[in-house]
C-alpha cells in the first residue's frame, strides 16, 4: 500500500498523454488506456501500467481503473478524435462518436471513482482566425467538426459541473505542441515533426502556401508543466478553461530555418498551393495571462531550445536504430 495519487490516463499511449505518464509515473500511481488507434505501447516506459481498451467503454475504463484500486484521484482524458482530417469523408460518424462518446462515459466513470479533478485537452483550433493574441473570453465559432467536438466538451462540462460541483472538471486549449512521441501519429503530428523527419531524410519539407503563417509551437515539456499545475491546485477551480502556449508565433519558413541550422544542413522547403480553402488557420498565439495569474504558468522551453532537442533525439534514435540493425 503506498500514498500515491491515483491517475487514470485516456489515450495515454499517444503523443501528449505518454509523455505525461513517462514524466509523472514515479511520482504517482498511473494507468494508462488506449485503444491503440493512434497511439503506440512503445512510447510508454516501460513500467508504466497498460490496459489495450476503449474509453468509450464503462467495462474498459473499470478494467484500467481495477489495476489502481478501483479509486482515483485524477482522470485525464486525452482520447478522442484528435485531428480534423480524421472527420473527412468515412470518418464522419465515427470521428464525432469516438469523441463524444470516449468524453462523457469518462467523465461519468470519473465521478463515480472519485476523481477530484477530471482534466481534458481542449484545442485552440476553435479560436479559427479570431483576433490576436487567442484569447479564452472570446466569443469562439469553431471552424470544423473537429473543433465542434472540443467546444461540445466545454460546453457539458460547464453544465455538468452545474450538477456535480464536488469534481472540478478543466479544459486546456493546446495550441501547436511538438516534441518526441509523435511518429505514430504519422500525418497527423506537428510541422516541427514532420519537417525534422524531412530535413533529417535529406528532403525537401512541404509548406502549404508561402511560408509566412504562423503558429504558437509549443514545447511538450510546457504542456505537461500545466496540466500538472491545474492538476495539483489547492484551489476549487470548478468548469473552467485555460490557455497553454508559448505565447510567441513562428512562422513555418522560420522553423524550417531553424531546423536546418540545428541539423547542420540548408534543405529549402517545397512551396504548394494550399489544398484547405475554407477555414484554413492563418496566424496563431496565445494570450497566456490566465494560466499565468491562476495557476503561476510560464513557459520554460524556448524553440530554439526545443528544436535542438527535438533534433537531437531523431539522432539518437537512428543511432540506436542502426545499432540494433547491426545484430540482424
Ligand atoms: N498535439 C497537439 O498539438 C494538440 C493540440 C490541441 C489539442 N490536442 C488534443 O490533445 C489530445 C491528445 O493529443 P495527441 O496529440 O496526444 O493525440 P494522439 O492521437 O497522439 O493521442 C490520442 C490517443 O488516444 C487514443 N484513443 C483515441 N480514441 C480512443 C478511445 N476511444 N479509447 C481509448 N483510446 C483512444 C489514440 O490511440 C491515441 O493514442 C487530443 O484530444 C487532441 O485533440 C492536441
Known amino acids: 500500500m503506498n500514498n500515491k495519487k491515483k ?31 493512434l497511439g503506440d505501447k512503445n512510447n510508454l516506459n516501460p513500467d508504466v501500467q497498460f490496459v489495450e481498451g476503449d474509453a468509450c467503454k464503462q467495462e474498459d475504463l473499470d478494467r484500467a481503473g481495477d489495476l489502481i484500486g478501483g479509486v482515483v484521484d485524477y482522470v485525464i482524458h486525452f482520447a478522442g478524435t484528435s485531428s480534423q482530417p480524421m472527420f473527412n469523408g468515412d470518418g464522419f460518424v465515427w470521428g464525432y462518436t469516438n469523441a463524444i462518446s470516449s468524453f462523457v462515459n469518462t467523465l461519468e466513470w470519473a465521478r463515480k471513482h472519485g476523481a477530484t479533478k ?16 487567442l484569447v479564452e473570453n472570446q466569443k469562439v465559432v469553431p471552424p470544423n467538426h473537429y473543433a465542434v467536438t472540443k467546444h461540445l466538451y466545454e460546453e457539458c462540462s460547464a453544465c455538468y459541473n452545474v450538477v456535480y460541483p464536488e469534481m472540478d472538471i478543466i479544459g486546456f486549449r493546446f495550441m501547436s505542441v511538438y516534441g518526441p512521441n509523435e511518429e505514430a501519429k504519422g500525418v497527423y503530428a506537428n510541422l516541427i515533426s514532420q519537417f525534422a523527419w524531412d530535413i533529417g531524410r535529406d528532403l525537401a519539407p512541404v509548406i502549404y502556401g508561402d511560408g509566412t503563417q504562423t503558429r504558437d509551437f509549443t514545447n511538450i515539456k510546457d504542456v505537461v508543466h500545466g496540466i500538472t499545475l491545474a492538476m495539483t491546485s ?25 531546423l536546418n541550422k540545428a541539423f547542420g544542413k540548408n534543405i529549402k522547403p517545397e512551396y504548394v498551393d494550399n489544398p484547405i480553402k475554407e477555414s484554413y488557420i492563418q496566424d496563431q498565439y496565445a494570450d497566456i495571462s490566465k494560466i499565468q495569474k491562476k495557476l503561476g504558468f510560464r513557459p520554460t522551453v524556448t524553440l530554439v531550445e526545443g528544436i535542438k532537442n527535438q533534433v537531437e533525439n531523431l539522432r539518437l534514435e537512428k543511432v540506436q536504430k542502426t545499432s540494433s540493425d547491426d545484430f540482424r
Open 7 to 37: 491517475i487514470l490516463i485516456t489515450g495515454g499511449a499517444g503523443f501528449i498523454g505518454s509523455n505525461f505518464a513517462n514524466i509523472h509515473n514515479a511520482e504517482y500511481e498511473i494507468v494508462v488506456l488506449d485503444n491503440l488507434f
Open 118 to 133: 477530471f482534466l481534458y485537452a481542449s484545442t485552440s483550433s476553435l479560436y479559427a482566425n479570431n483576433p490576436l493574441p
Open 234 to 258: 489547492k484551489e476549487k477551480l470548478g468548469a473552467d478553461v485555460f490557455n497553454i502556449g508559448l505565447g510567441k508565433s513562428t512562422s513555418l519558413n522560420d522553423i524550417v530555418d531553424a
